[in-house]
């Protein structure tokens, strides 16, 4: 596995990554490989047996350094000013994105706030004419002396059939795979690093390209 990475971080450095799910479509959308998680069975969840959820599709890859970066580069993309409009972001928020740190195009987009994963979910439901997961309320509230300020809460629509981030539950849920595995495909320590990346086969801290493991 660890040969296999080296070979696709070249890969990822040249943008010459064409699996599907990594890269960028020829309409400059992310080319995200969907999963159908419509399982029915039971499974436990926080130390409880909980019944099966709703079926909904997520994203098979963790989205890229290459996705994200189109989102960063668009015209109509993170410094549209229609993504921002009524979310309380700090002045530092809305300067710049995070900085990748590892920037192949076929590794994890790190250093993503939760404002910026905000803007990249309704851009991508807007392109696609899709219905939108998220609302954003304002509330007037009392300051002083009859003075009012609007904060604004962010609410979502779990069955909206647009693009959300995932919620603990339904990440957990997927990656579980319908087994009650401790960890994404295994329930042996000490198999874990055939599944994902962990500190048994690193002294340094990175990232790694994506799908270069054994699928949970």
């Known amino acids: 596995p660890i040969g296999r990475a080296a070979a696709y971080r070249v890969l990822g450095l040249l943008e010459a990554d064409d699996r599907p799910g990594v890269g960028v479509g020829a309409n400059g959308l992310p080319d995200i490989a969907w999963c159908d998680v419509n399982d029915d069975h039971e499974?436990?969840?926080?130390?409880?047996?909980?019944?099966?959820?709703?079926?909904?599709?997520?994203?098979?890859?963790?989205?890229?350094?290459?996705q994200f970066q189109a989102f960063i580069d668009a015209p109509d993309g993170w410094n549209d000013s229609r993504?921002?409009?009524?979310?309380?972001?700090s002045e530092e928020h809305k300067s710049a994105p995070g900085e990748q740190s590892f920037k192949f195009g076929n590794h994890p987009r790190e250093n993503v706030s939760w404002y910026d994963a905000l803007l990249f979910c309704p851009r991508l439901r807007?392109?696609?004419?899709?219905?939108?997961?998220?609302?954003?309320?304002?509330?007037?509230?009392?300051?002083?002396?009859?003075?009012?300020?609007?904060?604004?809460?962010?609410?979502?629509?779990?069955?909206?059939?647009?693009?959300?981030?995932?919620?603990?539950?339904?990440?957990?849920?997927?990656?579980k795979a319908g087994t009650e595995n401790r960890w994404p495909g295994t329930d042996d320590e000490g198999l874990l690093s055939e599944y994902a990346w962990c500190d048994q086969d690193f002294d340094y801290e990175c990232c790694e390209p994506v799908a270069t493991r054994t699928p949970n």
């Open 126 to 175: 807007d392109l696609c004419k899709l219905p939108s997961c998220y609302k954003i309320k304002a509330q007037e509230r009392f300051v002083e002396k009859l003075a009012y300020n609007k904060d604004y809460t962010v609410d979502f629509d779990e069955n909206a059939k647009g693009f959300r981030l995932p919620l603990e539950k339904e990440w957990e849920y997927a990656a």
């Open 83 to 89: 993504w921002w409009k009524g979310l309380a972001a």
């Open 43 to 66: 499974w436990t969840y926080q130390k409880e047996k909980r019944s099966a959820l709703p079926p909904y599709k997520i994203a098979k890859y963790p989205i890229t350094y290459r």
